[in-house]
């Protein structure tokens, strides 16, 4: 069955953090250059329950992707059944067809074992191939502390009495605040990354009891500052930004961040923390430093991991 509308909300959905509302306002703001058309297809899991999956038509002039707003389609994690799973992959042939789809981003967990022959065969057929890691909150801190690097924990051992780590979230935030952190994100860019709404809607995130952030001072001096969005399923590592000179004085800034926010997420019951991708395998992107090094770093944090594979059509798997 398919249904479609311009903002869909369903129960079954709302455990899922991208379906979130803010964090849907905030990819639309962020590709505002986009429209997007929601699909809600009803499926059932293994254990018997009704299910549904939310993708989007993206349009930008007369090109037509489909996707979840610019995220690639996710069905494994809705642990569909075998029927459920082809007869949404069958739905979704049949809008690419119906709507002149022009590309799709389509998202698949694959074995380990899988990588060489993806790799060898299939370069022609996919995006993406790397590996993504979750932390499990729900864990003792010390069990989760253990599967970091050894180089992170000693790192953590290291105290400056000159930084000072402070918490906000919705008890304690004061209205403006965030945006405090864009002019440090565009001071440590050298630019504006991104609208001013977008950074009002992580804002928005925190008054709602759906993020919070992490401010590090130098004395009398802000020089990084973090911000995690979350439910009460799982959380985002959503974007920080430290100012790169105190990195040299400082060995262990993102380090402490990460740990406090794992304290914190616990506190409030969340149960997992997504540090997102953890290594890239085969990418069609050329991958710069930068983000080899964030994920390595990102990496180090242990985590459950999982393959997968991102397809550019839904035929091609």
Known sequence: MLNSSNEVTLKSLNNNIYNDTDYKSYQKELFHSSSFKEILL????????????????????????????NNPIDLDI?????????????DIKKICF????????????????????LSKNQKNKIDFIGVEST??????????????SKGHRSSLKINYEKLDYEIFDFKNYRIGQIYEMMK????????????????????????NKKGFLIKVKEENRTISYAFF??????????????????????????HKIILK???????VNCKNFF??????????????????????????????KNFFVIYNNILNF
């Open 42 to 69: 009803d499926g059932v899991d293994k254990n018997d329950k009704p299910v549904s999956c939310l993708i989007t038509i993206e349009k930008k002039n007369d090109f037509k992707k489909l996707n979840f707003y």
């Open 78 to 90: 809705l642990n569909l059944n075998e029927q459920s799973y082809k007869k949404i992959i069958l």
């Open 98 to 117: 119906d709507e002149s789809i022009n590309s799709v981003l389509f998202k698949k967990n694959i074995k380990e074992t899988d990588i060489a022959s």
């Open 135 to 148: 932390i499990k909150l729900t864990q003792d801190l010390k069990i989760i502390v253990k599967d970091f």
């Open 184 to 207: 440090l994100h565009e001071e440590v860019s050298g630019k504006v990354t991104r609208s001013k709404k977008t950074w009002q809607i992580n804002e928005n995130m925190i008054l």
């Open 229 to 254: 969005f979350y439910n009460n399923d799982a959380a985002i590592y959503f974007s920080s930004c430290t100012l790169r000179e105190t990195f040299k004085l400082y060995k262990n800034i993102t």
């Open 261 to 267: 926010s794992i304290e914190y997420l616990r506190s």
């Open 275 to 304: 540090l997102g991708t953890t290594k890239s395998i085969f990418s069609n992107n050329k991958i710069d430093i930068k983000n080899k090094n964030i994920e390595l770093f990102k990496s180090s944090f242990g985590g459950k």
